[in-house]
């Protein structure tokens, strides 16, 4: 059981390049949740997914895109990379709202 | 939408004193009140969390209070050990939404 995995752990890029964040749980949730995190500002949250075949927007959408493939993966896509966009980048995943939130190590994504 | 505002920022303890963190929440509707521990380079990882039903919760050497009439809740760790230098988020979030709003984060550190 290897929990909530995210790949890849670093990545740096050039403005206006683009790449796709991958998540994966093992713990049958439904919920999932892209997250970023700046210094000093803890974490705010891009996009979710309630159900498998559901996204909604969060707080900081701009910039980002999100598909939730199953039940078990769901990815986050920069289309045209920002140096504003550098940043941690957390997947969380939980059985259902208001349950417990289950975090990935993250992926440090500097662009440049 | 919800605001939640953490404070110290830094908080430094000798090992095997108290520490406290407290937060403040903007949206009554908020029924949720978890904690989330961060070491470096790893996802938050939840250490205790209330409902509104309650106003306090013990484990171990981990307590967390809510007073919601105030709309703030605060950590408690008591005998603090070297381990327990790592970042503290609190977050909070309603029943009827599917996202936490964190706090900006406490460093804490245990000075042995």
């Known amino acids: 059981n290897a929990g909530v995995t995210q790949t890849p752990k670093f990545q740096v890029l050039k403005t206006g390049q683009s790449m796709t964040l991958q998540c994966a749980q093992d713990m049958n949730h439904n919920s999932m949740y892209w997250y970023r995190q700046d210094p000093g500002m803890g974490l705010r949250l891009i996009y979710y997914s309630a159900s498998e075949g559901t996204t909604d927007k969060g707080e900081v959408p701009n910039g980002y895109n999100v598909s939730r493939l199953n039940k078990r993966e769901f990815s986050l896509r920069l289309e045209s990379a920002a140096p504003s966009q550098t940043s941690v980048y957390f997947c969380?995943?939980?059985?259902?709202?208001?349950?417990?939130?289950?975090f990935g190590p993250g992926t440090r994504l500097t662009v440049l | 939408g919800e605001n939640v505002e953490q404070h110290p920022s830094t908080l430094s303890v000798q090992e095997g004193d108290s520490a406290v963190i407290k937060c403040t929440y903007s949206d009554s509707a908020s029924n949720y009140f978890p904690w989330y521990k961060q070491e470096l380079g790893k996802g938050p990882q939840l250490i205790i969390d209330?409902?509104?039903?309650?106003g306090e919760k013990k484990d171990q050497r981990i307590a967390v209070t809510l007073n919601k009439t105030a709309k703030h809740f605060s950590l408690h760790i008591t005998e603090t050990q070297p381990e327990d230098s790592a970042v503290y988020f609190c977050?909070?979030?309603?029943?009827?939404?599917?996202?936490?709003?964190f706090g900006s984060g406490t460093q804490l550190t245990v000075l042995p």
């Open positions: 209330i409902r509104s039903n309650v």
């Open positions: 977050a909070a979030s309603r029943g009827s939404a599917r996202q936490l709003t």
């Open positions: 969380a995943s939980d059985r259902r709202r208001t349950d417990t939130q289950y």
